[in-house]
């Protein structure tokens, strides 16, 4: 099995840049499309479907939530047949889903809709997992930290080019952007048609089971952390709008800059720090670096509300600076132990799994944020970087744990046996 391992990290060192380029392009375009609708989707479905906001969040949460059962068997489907058709699959899917949107009149019909589009976007989330497993090349780590760049400006540029169509306002805007991003979908799919390789189903242990992934606590227990942290992407999307709007004098335009200082970061730092994260040791460590920095970025948000208004913008675009580059170590972490916790013939299904907890804290994360934390006002914003601080605590410890369940020879859930950390820079992406 180890000679397996390495034939296999041999194989992905001497792999063509093509296929890396094809799924980079691909992503890129379907997230450009995510970022024309997502930043008009709340007003569309108010203002022209003229749906009540609170039905529109009733729906979305359905959606959410019964979206996350397609991860582990869309997983499996792809560690069974090839990661390339289950991703096609759920492009050419979303493209339906998301260009029927302009057809709804009723709540009933936006949470089929919306249900289907997410049970679609969760089995592409597994099977683009296991893609970039196998598209990972010597340097997985930057391949990643790459992607994810590239991702991020995608969904920048998607941003900007739907702040047209709210200016104007109409009907026919909106149902453009809609269809946009069906066309988006549509056109990753033809990249990923032309530009990906069929990747075949790596071989699998007897021992193999649909649901070994849920036997792996090392992973399970990583898996519940980096859904607990991903409060943090809400924190800045949500909350702190919510805190400059009802509780500084900061004016309007800060909210703005706030999401452009977010995405800047982001895009500027994602490759050179997600580069140097390879091991899963390396990722325990950027997981607890990502809680201290968020431990001093809530605070900082949380004082906006007790300075002059000239002073809040300032002060709140230092917070997302700090907030930001935890991201980025956040980030590099999920991909270090994500990917590389994960055995190769089941990436599918684990990628499956871990894209359900992100999915779960995400889904919590409103609630979360908009109740405990603004319910308590400043005491809130120390408790919650608290608890990002304790939760990345236990990033390097969960990540020994996850080592030495991995020692050569050593079967973890059914899955094929791990090696040391030497050996754990990811022969996956």
């Given at each position: 099995m180890i000679g397996k391992r390495a034939g296999l990290r041999m194989s992905n060192s001497a792999a063509p840049s093509g296929p890396q380029r094809a799924l980079i392009a691909a992503s890129f375009v379907s997230?450009?499309?995510?970022?024309?609708?997502?930043?008009?989707?709340?007003?569309?479905?108010?203002?022209?479907?003229?749906?009540?906001?609170?039905?529109?969040?009733?729906?979305?949460?359905?959606?959410?939530?019964?979206?996350?059962?397609?991860?582990?068997?869309?997983g499996n489907l792809a560690d069974r047949y090839g990661p390339r058709k289950v991703w096609l699959t759920a492009l050419v899917l979303q493209a339906a889903t998301m260009a029927a949107f302009v057809l709804i009149h009723d709540w009933v019909t936006f949470t089929l809709i919306a249900t289907l589009d997410r049970l679609a976007a969760t089995a592409g989330g597994a099977a683009g997992g296991a893609l970039i497993a196998r598209t990972g090349g010597e340097r997985p780590a930057a391949f990643r930290a790459r992607l994810r760049t590239f991702v991020n400006l995608g969904v920048v540029l998607g941003t900007l080019g739907a702040a047209f169509a709210v200016t104007v306002d109409?009907?026919?805007?909106?149902?453009?952007?809609?269809?946009?991003?069906?066309?988006?979908?549509?056109?990753?799919?033809?990249?990923?048609?032309?530009?990906?390789?069929d990747?075949?189903?790596?071989?699998?242990?007897?021992?193999?089971?649909?649901?070994a992934v849920?036997?792996?606590?090392?992973?399970?227990?990583?898996?519940a952390?980096?859904?607990?942290?991903?409060?943090?992407?809400?924190?800045?999307?949500?909350?702190?709008?919510?805190?400059?709007?009802?509780?500084?004098?900061?004016?309007?335009w800060t909210v703005a800059a706030v999401y452009a200082v977010n995405s800047g970061v982001c895009v500027l730092l994602q490759?050179?720090?997600?580069?140097?994260?390879?091991?899963?040791?390396?990722?325990?460590?950027?997981?607890?670096?990502?809680?201290?920095?968020?431990?001093?970025?809530?605070?900082?948000?949380?004082?906006?509300?007790d300075v002059p208004a000239w002073i809040a913008p300032g002060l709140a675009v230092l917070?997302?600076?700090?907030?930001?580059?935890?991201?980025?170590?956040?980030?590099?972490?999920?991909?270090?132990?994500?990917?590389?916790?994960?055995?190769?013939?089941?990436?599918?299904?684990y990628q499956g799994f871990f894209g359900i907890g992100f999915g779960a804290g995400q889904a919590l994360a409103p609630v979360v944020l908009t109740t405990a934390v603004l319910g308590l006002g400043h005491t809130g914003w120390l408790l919650l970087g608290a608890f990002f601080a304790a939760?990345?605590?236990?990033?390097?410890?969960?990540?020994?744990?996850?080592?030495?369940?991995?020692?050569?020879?050593?079967?973890?859930?059914?899955?094929?046996?791990?090696?040391?950390?030497e050996a754990l820079l990811p022969d996956t992406a």
């Amino acid at each position: 099995m180890i000679g397996k391992r390495a034939g296999l990290r041999m194989s992905n060192s001497a792999a063509p840049s093509g296929p890396q380029r094809a799924l980079i392009a691909a992503s890129f375009v379907s997230r450009v499309g995510n970022g024309l609708f997502n930043t008009a989707a709340v007003l569309y479905f108010t203002l022209v479907v003229h749906l009540p906001a609170t039905q529109v969040g009733v729906g979305l949460t359905i959606a959410g939530l019964v979206g996350l059962l397609a991860g582990i068997p869309a997983g499996n489907l792809a560690d069974r047949y090839g990661p390339r058709k289950v991703w096609l699959t759920a492009l050419v899917l979303q493209a339906a889903t998301m260009a029927a949107f302009v057809l709804i009149h009723d709540w009933v019909t936006f949470t089929l809709i919306a249900t289907l589009d997410r049970l679609a976007a969760t089995a592409g989330g597994a099977a683009g997992g296991a893609l970039i497993a196998r598209t990972g090349g010597e340097r997985p780590a930057a391949f990643r930290a790459r992607l994810r760049t590239f991702v991020n400006l995608g969904v920048v540029l998607g941003t900007l080019g739907a702040a047209f169509a709210v200016t104007v306002d109409t009907r026919s805007a909106y149902t453009a952007l809609i269809l946009a991003n069906a066309a988006s979908f549509a056109c990753a799919a033809l990249i990923a048609l032309i530009g990906l390789p069929d990747y075949q189903p790596l071989p699998r242990p007897e021992e193999h089971h649909r649901w070994a992934v849920l036997s792996d606590r090392p992973f399970v227990s990583f898996t519940a952390l980096y859904g607990a942290m991903g409060l943090q992407y809400q924190t800045v999307s949500l909350l702190l709008p919510i805190w400059l709007s009802a509780h500084t004098d900061a004016p309007r335009w800060t909210v703005a800059a706030v999401y452009a200082v977010n995405s800047g970061v982001c895009v500027l730092l994602q490759s050179r720090i997600g580069s140097r994260v390879e091991t899963p040791r390396q990722g325990g460590r950027a997981f607890r670096l990502a809680g201290l920095l968020f431990l001093v970025s809530c605070p900082l948000m949380a004082l906006t509300a007790d300075v002059p208004a000239w002073i809040a913008p300032g002060l709140a675009v230092l917070a997302v600076c700090v907030h930001s580059l935890g991201e980025v170590w956040e980030s590099s972490a999920g991909f270090a132990l994500g990917f590389g916790l994960a055995p190769d013939h089941a990436q599918g299904q684990y990628q499956g799994f871990f894209g359900i907890g992100f999915g779960a804290g995400q889904a919590l994360a409103p609630v979360v944020l908009t109740t405990a934390v603004l319910g308590l006002g400043h005491t809130g914003w120390l408790l919650l970087g608290a608890f990002f601080a304790a939760l990345g605590a236990a990033g390097p410890p969960v990540a020994a744990w996850a080592q030495r369940t991995r020692r050569p020879g050593h079967d973890t859930a059914g899955a094929t046996p791990a090696r040391p950390d030497e050996a754990l820079l990811p022969d996956t992406a």
